[in-house]
């Protein structure tokens, strides 16, 4: 029974580790100016290489049009 009691024991512990190595994620957070106006989905590509941060930029960056991004402004992306 001590046994089975410490392999349970294990499990649970291996598991827990797991969940913290995926919560403890590091996010890349940087600001950038764009010169000119665009979308959004082609700013967040153009810094991040991939589409799939921008409803969070969109969402962050408080942007009413995501098709029609203001050029001469401070944005915020968060890669995670």
């Given at each position: 029974?001590?046994?089975?009691?410490?392999?349970?024991?294990?499990?649970?512990?291996?598991?827990?580790?797991?969940?913290?190595?995926?919560?403890?994620k590091?996010?890349?957070?940087?600001?950038?100016?764009?010169?000119?106006?665009f979308p959004?989905?082609?700013?967040?590509?153009?810094?991040?290489?991939?589409?799939?941060f921008?409803?969070?930029?969109?969402?962050?960056?408080?942007?009413?049009?995501?098709?029609?991004?203001?050029?001469?402004t401070?944005?915020?992306?968060?890669?995670?």
């Amino acid at each position: 029974k001590s046994r089975q009691s410490l392999l349970s024991l294990q499990a649970k512990f291996l598991s827990a580790i797991d969940d913290a190595q995926d919560s403890l994620k590091l996010k890349r957070k940087f600001t950038f100016e764009s010169k000119k106006t665009f979308p959004s989905l082609a700013l967040v590509y153009d810094k991040t290489e991939q589409i799939k941060f921008e409803d969070d930029f969109v969402a962050r960056n408080k942007i009413r049009h995501p098709g029609h991004v203001t050029g001469g402004t401070q944005y915020e992306i968060v890669e995670f």
